[in-house]
């Protein structure tokens, strides 16, 4: 997007140097990227940073409206619900598709937003390698709100570990060790000093929650969550029911509260008004099926890992879904082929990370990372046997 410097990119890109970049990437956890890694970063100049974070900007406007809760009351559902809900989320992350308007300029939109961690502790990481393989300028960063990799890393630890000892403080997943997104939970354990604990291996003892480490047991203060409770609905019988331990009323502090997952979600894209956020209504009020359908995309409010989602949406689709008020219509974005690759030029999602300190006003920007795609949408089961696509980072113009 910024036609020097990828051009000056491309021009000294090698797949030597490629591969010599995912050995680096590698080197520390070795085996642990399960997912593609994209050949390139995306360069963003000043104006596009300054329009993704105006975006970012209402819908936090939304978000720390003192009505908020009660409007997204319904967007939890009854049977995950937790107790002891805190005030407002730790964590937001939001994804924008780099897109083209309908007079050709190019523009952010909103694709997703979720109140739940992403790859925070491996995009440390991904910038130091990013920089060591290839030529970044100095005057792009990864970073917002004036921090580096050291101040970045510090508010990372404060977040998760709050006041707590870090051993008292424990990473939560499913079967952590094949997860997809293990890199990060190792990173994550790596620059904070937390342990990485599976569901199963949880201890309860009237309210209170331990783990076993190096054979002693140590009670948890704290949960830095990862664990998605539509992945907990997918998995053995077995592995379900220890999960109810999760649904109780719990001496734990939560980073970030499951509650914030549904509340900060697809489920409240409908209620933000804003040119950078595409038009969405829920299905149940919805007083006329557009149209031009083919403009639009049909999703549900509750699925795993976008299961479920009609893009090329007909009225018979809509007529047939039996909970109206558990889908959104959204107007469909296009998203603009803006990254030259040496065959044909990539689309960029760009997700955008802000943290919450408890006790402040409002959460700010902190980081990012980016997702490449050459398919009809983004996401690997669109990319397959397709190069410079995949997981990557955006450096933004200072």
């Not at 990828?6 to 050995?23: D, G, I, V």
């Not at 609905?233 to 029911?241: K, N």
């Not at 083919?294 to 018979?316: C, H, M, R, W």
């Amino acid at each position: 997007m910024v036609p020097s410097i990828r051009k000056q990119f491309n021009e000294s890109f090698t797949e030597l140097k490629y591969q010599e970049y995912l050995s680096s990437l590698n080197e520390k956890f070795k085996g642990a990227i399960e997912f593609r890694v994209a050949e390139t970063p995306v360069f963003i100049d000043r104006i596009f940073k300054e329009k993704i974070l105006s975006a970012c900007e209402s819908i936090v406007d939304v978000i720390v409206k003192p009505d908020f809760i009660e409007l997204t009351n319904q967007a939890i559902p009854e049977n995950v619900k937790v107790p002891n809900e805190n005030s407002h989320t730790h964590f937001i992350a939001f994804d924008f598709g780099i897109c083209e308007n309908e007079e050709g300029d190019l523009e952010p939109q909103l694709i997703e937003m979720q109140g739940f961690p992403t790859l925070f502790a491996y995009q440390i990481w991904h910038d130091q390698i990013n920089r060591k393989c290839f030529s970044i300028p100095d005057n792009y960063s990864t970073y917002f709100s004036d921090l580096d990799a050291t101040s970045y890393t510090q508010l990372l630890k404060e977040m998760i570990v709050g006041n707590h000892l870090p051993e008292e403080v424990v990473l939560l997943e499913i079967l952590p060790h094949q997860q997809k997104t293990k890199i990060d939970f190792y990173f994550t354990k790596e620059y904070t000093g937390i342990s990485i604990v599976c569901l199963t291996e949880l201890i309860k003892e009237g309210r209170d929650l331990y783990y076993y480490k190096e054979d002693k047991k140590i009670q948890i203060k704290r949960i830095y969550n990862r664990i998605i409770f539509d992945d907990l609905q997918q998995q053995a019988e077995s592995i379900q029911e220890k999960g109810k331990i999760l649904f109780e009323d719990l001496n734990v502090e939560w980073v970030p509260h499951p509650n914030w997952f549904y509340r900060i979600s697809k489920y409240t894209i409908p209620f933000i008004h804003h040119p950078y956020v595409p038009s969405t209504w829920f299905l149940n009020e919805l007083k006329q099926i557009p149209s031009d359908l083919e403009n639009y995309v049909l999703k549900p409010l509750f699925s795993f890992a976008g299961q479920g989602v009609i893009i090329d949406v007909t009225a018979a689709d809509i007529e047939a879904v039996a909970d109206p008020e558990n889908w959104i219509l959204q107007r469909k974005v296009k998203y603009a082929a803006v990254v030259e690759t040496p065959n044909e030029p990539a689309k960029a999602e760009l997700r955008i990370f802000y943290f919450w300190k408890e006790g402040d006003a409002r959460p700010i920007p902190v980081n990012n990372l980016a997702r490449l795609s050459k398919g009809k949408m983004i996401g690997v089961r669109y990319n397959q046997d397709k190069d410079w696509v995949g997981g990557s980072l955006a450096y933004f113009e200072k």
